[in-house]
């Protein structure tokens, strides 16, 4: 079976200093692969839309950590969640006029492509979405100023602050948006 993933969903998916996707999400799909006697190749990229094109292509079996959408239920089906975690919004640390979606009407705000927070912004006209490829990158437009927010899941973005020594550079503001849920899929029908 072919896993595919993206590389930068840390701690869930992680490249490690010899390039091989380490974390959670990938020994979860080893022991599934396991119970069914059968082995296992692991894909990635750090492209959200390159992995789905995978599964699409039938170049990889599934994805071991896709957020649940209901534009995604039409052409996937997922297994039970196996991980939840809080959106929520990060600002600059001097930014006090964003405390919730609605206060992002007029705003820029960082958005990884295709990612569910980006699906989910997409309800938002009036919010403008700045896409990038990868959540370090949402980060670092944050800090730099190019945008007025980030959102994304809570664990990810204050692990990749830590390790890229950008804590003091940012902020959560307001409550969490929704918990967003992860799920092992496979292309609709695949059983």
């Known amino acids: 079976y072919v896993d595919a993933s993206s590389d930068n969903f840390p701690p869930m998916n992680i ?3 010899d390039g091989q996707l380490t974390g959670f999400g990938p020994e979860l799909a080893d022991a599934v692969i396991k119970a069914i006697d059968g082995d296992i190749t692991h894909i990635h990229s750090s492209s959200w839309v390159q992995v789905l094109e995978w599964l699409n292509a039938g170049k990889a079996d599934f994805i071991h950590d896709t ?21 929520v919004i990060f600002v600059r640390p001097d930014q006090y006029d964003i405390t919730d979606i609605r206060s992002l ?19 938002f006209p009036k919010i403008n979405c700045f896409e990038v490829k990868t959540p370090a990158e949402g980060l670092y437009e944050l800090v730099s100023g190019n945008v ?23 902020k ?20």
């Open 105 to 123: 009407e007029g705003k820029t705000v960082a958005c990884v492509n295709k990612h569910i927070t980006h699906l989910y912004l997409q309800n």
């Open 15 to 17: 490249l490690n200093g």
């Open 148 to 170: 007025d927010a980030f959102i994304y899941p809570k664990q990810i973005v204050l692990y990749l602050a830590q390790n890229l020594r950008l804590t003091d550079k940012i």
């Open 67 to 87: 957020g649940h959408t209901k534009g995604r239920d039409k052409f996937l089906d997922y297994s039970e969640p196996i991980i939840e975690m809080p959106e």
């Open 172 to 191: 959560m503001t307001g409550e969490p948006l929704r918990t967003l849920t992860w799920s092992m899929l496979v292309k609709e029908g695949n059983k």
